[in-house]
């Protein structure tokens, strides 16, 4: 599911209804899912559609609680239920199928990088993003119009397509620095 990012007269990002269609065509009968989990359906529309490594997350229980059942859970309905995270995203229906047979409530979380081919800017109004978001564009331009879907913080995920060759260092990641021996002379 993608949603636009358009600016209201507030400057805030709003979703789109019109550019929801991608889920709702999705037809589950042809993929053999038609009972199956939404959360489960759109994992295997993304893998199947959009080449996108998917990977099953815990999820907010009816109390509010992540599933996991830890008390003092540091991220709630964002870690992964498999052993390795985003290490294990697949793009194979069944290991897909499989996982939400599982765990029917899965959330569902997208490896992003050279998995996917794709990145994204995460602009969490919570931690000051719009406004750092805000000085990057006065810096730099506009974004360019691409796939941004609003998050349930108040931010949004804004996609972009990595090209080959191409992968992106962060502040949830490293880097091996010089001097490391690894220089072809």
């Given at each position: 599911?993608?949603?636009?990012?358009?600016?209201?007269?507030?400057?805030?990002?709003?979703?789109?209804?019109?550019v929801l269609a991608p889920i709702g065509q999705f037809n589950p009968r042809s993929q053999g899912v038609s009972n199956?989990?939404?959360?489960?359906?759109?994992?295997?529309?993304?893998?199947?559609?959009?080449?996108?490594?998917?990977?099953?997350?815990?999820?907010?229980?009816?109390?509010?609680?992540?599933?996991?059942?830890?008390?003092?859970?540091?991220?709630?309905?964002?870690?992964?239920?498999?052993?390795?995270?985003?290490?294990?995203?697949?793009?194979?229906?069944?290991?897909?199928?499989?996982?939400?047979?599982?765990?029917?409530?899965?959330?569902?979380?997208?490896?992003?990088?050279?998995?996917?081919?794709?990145?994204?800017?995460?602009?969490?109004?919570?931690?000051?993003?719009?406004?750092?978001?805000?000085?990057?564009?006065?810096?730099?331009?506009?974004?360019?119009?691409?796939?941004?879907?609003?998050?349930?913080?108040?931010?949004?995920?804004?996609?972009?397509?990595?090209?080959?060759?191409?992968?992106?260092?962060?502040?949830?990641?490293?880097?091996?620095?010089?001097?490391?021996?690894?220089?072809?002379?």
């Amino acid at each position: 599911m993608t949603i636009r990012r358009a600016e209201s007269k507030r400057g805030q990002m709003q979703h789109n209804d019109t550019v929801l269609a991608p889920i709702g065509q999705f037809n589950p009968r042809s993929q053999g899912v038609s009972n199956f989990p939404l959360k489960g359906r759109a994992a295997l529309l993304y893998a199947s559609r959009f080449h996108l490594a998917v990977f099953p997350t815990h999820w907010r229980d009816r109390s509010g609680k992540c599933s996991c059942r830890h008390g003092d859970c540091a991220s709630p309905a964002k870690h992964p239920l498999t052993p390795h995270g985003c290490l294990d995203a697949s793009l194979d229906a069944g290991v897909i199928r499989g996982w939400w047979r599982s765990w029917p409530n899965a959330n569902l979380a997208i490896a992003t990088g050279a998995r996917s081919g794709i990145a994204v800017l995460d602009v969490d109004p919570r931690h000051s993003g719009d406004e750092g978001l805000a000085a990057l564009e006065t810096e730099h331009g506009r974004l360019p119009d691409t796939p941004t879907v609003l998050t349930g913080g108040g931010g949004a995920h804004v996609y972009f397509a990595l090209p080959t060759g191409v992968d992106i260092h962060n502040s949830s990641g490293a880097l091996v620095s010089c001097p490391n021996g690894s220089f072809n002379k």
